[in-house]
């Protein structure tokens, strides 16, 4: 007897629903931010400008986000080396909550928007601003140095629907070096105007002294001599055969002489940025003896010099 056997045949199709992202020929430009080398807190509005070559449906909302740069955070910083300002950036001038990542954004105004109302616009452009507080992070000064932060921005379709593009930018702060001095009576704040200061000596008495604080505030390394225009005598305005010496101290330290007119003496030096109130120098010039000499007025002048050393 012939077996009839039946095996049944099962016909299994599988269908693939793919799709592509919508090219929109995207094109993102970005000014590099330069702030300008100044100690007061600054505000740079930078512009941002979308163009497409596809004016389709897929392609007319879009979102812009920024990364956290350097920092890897959102607490954005330029550095020159181990130093660093902090800065950061906003949508506008009245937001307060920083640019973020298309990942990481929580809020309308992290990202900055983009859309096309017309299917004729092909480019549009939007500004958003970056911001500089001075002091930064607790330091009074900015140290010299070239501070630089690359931050990548990212456009993507608000619909998903599209490619996404993205561009590279810097923001940069070129502090370039500064010092200045401050002549003033001891225990007075430093006061960049002040850069000259008399000593009267009323009657000119030996063993006489007078006090003045020199300070120094520099962003970077810097010397600071004196010189005598008389080689460290105080000279009669009518008859110079008629000297009186003089010597000085350093805070306190053993009398010293100038070695000549117009010869420097160092009195310090120094590298990195110095405090808020300046280095102090306490000078203290002694008068020599009168004896002998003519009746009348003696002076003598004094300069400082501070030099950036780098």
């Not at 300008?36 to 879009?62: H, I, M």
């Not at 330290?253 to 300046?278: E, M, Q």
Request: positive net charge; contains cysteine; aromatic residues 10%.
């Amino acid at each position: 007897m012939n077996k009839l056997f039946s095996f049944p045949i099962v016909l299994m199709f599988f269908g693939f629903n793919s799709w592509a992202l919508t090219d929109c020929g995207l094109s993102l430009d970005i000014n590099n931010i330069s702030f300008p080398s100044a100690g007061t807190s600054q505000t740079f509005t930078a512009n941002v400008t979308l163009t497409r070559t596809n004016t389709t449906g897929q392609c007319k909302k879009f979102n812009i986000g920024f990364s956290t740069g350097t920092s890897g955070n959102y607490m954005r910083r330029a550095y020159s080396g181990s130093k660093y300002i902090s800065y950061n950036l906003y949508k506008d001038n009245i937001t307060n909550v920083s640019l973020k990542s298309l990942a990481d954004n929580s809020n309308k105004n992290e990202l900055i928007k983009i859309n096309f109302k017309k299917k004729s616009d092909i480019s549009k452009s939007v500004t958003f601003e970056a911001r500089l507080p001075v002091p930064n992070d607790g330091r009074s000064i900015l140290a010299k140095g070239n501070y630089i932060d690359t931050i990548q921005a990212t456009v993507e379709s608000k619909n998903g629907q599209a490619q996404s593009v993205a561009k590279n930018f810097q923001v940069a702060l070129n502090i370039q070096p500064e010092i200045n001095i401050s002549l003033a009576s001891p225990s007075t704040p430093f006061d960049p105007t002040s850069t000259s200061y008399t000593l009267e000596f009323v009657p000119i008495v030996e063993g006489d002294s007078r006090q003045v604080d020199l300070k120094v505030r520099s962003n970077a390394g810097y010397t600071v001599s004196i010189e005598s225009f008389n080689g460290g005598y105080l000279k009669h305005k009518n008859d110079g055969n008629f000297t009186i010496p003089y010597q000085f101290t350093v805070e306190n330290g053993a009398a010293r002489s100038f070695g000549g007119a117009n010869i420097p003496i160092t009195l310090g030096s120094s590298s990195g940025v110095t405090p808020l109130d300046g280095v102090k120098f306490g000078l203290s010039f002694i008068i020599g003896s009168p004896a002998g000499k003519m009746a009348g007025e003696y002076e003598d002048t004094i300069t400082v010099v501070a030099t950036s050393t780098d």
